[in-house]
């Protein structure tokens, strides 16, 4: 399949959605480039998803299925086929918002905020297994669109499960990146996450979808529901998100 990305012009203004046609079709690269933004190169990308293919952990499903974590946007619009899903929890590693966002959840003026993984803690979220003959084309979607510009490192966790424990594949914050946030202040996270808006909407959606799933799925976060508290009050009222 090919998913290099063509040279069409782009609307630089108009809202997207982040579905698996617009990864694919290159949609997310060509617009982070029309902003300035510096993304990685199909060859950084691929180097990337080569590396840590090769640091597959020996206690890895050895059948070649492949599992990832997500904890944000992944449980609500994974935007890849999987073959199963279970809910999980990662030890080592909490959810924050720590990642600057100038385009999709936000703009060069007024940057919005996404979830990261952060040592300490714990994260609850979702494990998503893809099938050996599904593992090089999805995870060329899944570098595409979380990979855009290297500000995640790719890393191996253990994923408690019901059913037993997985070896995943998630997204850490890399804090040499100039997109990482540092630990905010609550304060100034609920400012951003209720003002920002971007070509993918606005923050607040992020957040409500995220906080959302989770209490769907069982998995409350009381940072989250918290965070979305203090948002609607700041707001005057709760947000439509639907």
Same mark, same amino acid.
């Given at each position: 399949?090919?998913?290099? @990305?063509?040279?069409? @012009? =782009?609307?630089?203004?108009? @809202?997207?959605?982040?579905? *698996? ?20 190169? +199909? ?9 840590? %293919? ?11 299925? !492949? ?7 992944? =449980?609500?619009? @994974? ?15 909490? *959810?924050?918002?720590? &990642? ?12 919005? &905020?996404? !979830? ?5 803690? /714990?994260?609850?979220?979702? /494990? ?52 990482? /946030? ?17 070509? &993918?909407?606005?923050?607040? +959606?992020? &957040? ?8 769907? %799925? ?15 009050? %700041? ?8």
């Amino acid at each position: 399949m090919d998913l290099t @990305p063509t040279h069409q @012009p =782009i609307d630089t203004h108009q @809202p997207i959605e982040l579905t *698996r046609e617009t990864i694919q079709a290159g949609t997310v690269i060509k617009l982070a480039s029309a902003h300035g933004m510096r993304v990685l190169t +199909d060859e950084e990308r691929a180097t990337s998803i080569a590396e840590t %293919l090769a640091a597959r952990p020996k206690s890895a499903d050895p059948s070649g299925d !492949l599992w990832l974590f997500g904890y944000g946007s992944l =449980i609500w619009n @994974p935007a890849f086929h999987f073959a199963e899903q279970r809910k999980g929890r990662v030890h080592g590693w909490h *959810r924050r918002f720590c &990642l600057w966002t100038p385009l999709g959840r936000g703009s060069p003026e007024q940057p919005g &905020l996404v !979830l990261a993984l952060e040592r300490g803690g /714990a994260c609850t979220g979702m /494990a998503f297994r893809l099938a050996a003959e599904q593992v090089a084309c999805e995870l060329d979607i899944l570098w595409r669109r979380e990979m855009l510009s290297g500000a995640y490192k790719p890393r191996w966790v253990k994923v408690t499960t019901a059913d037993g424990p997985v070896d995943a594949v998630t997204f850490t914050i890399d804090p040499a990146n100039p997109r990482y /946030a540092g630990r905010l202040a609550e304060d100034e996270i609920v400012r951003v996450v209720a003002t920002a808006v971007g070509r &993918l909407g606005p923050c607040t +959606d992020y &957040l409500f979808k995220t906080t959302q799933a989770l209490a769907e %799925l069982g998995l409350e976060d009381r940072t989250l529901q918290r965070l979305k508290r203090r948002v609607e009050v %700041l707001l005057g009222g709760k947000v439509d998100c639907s």
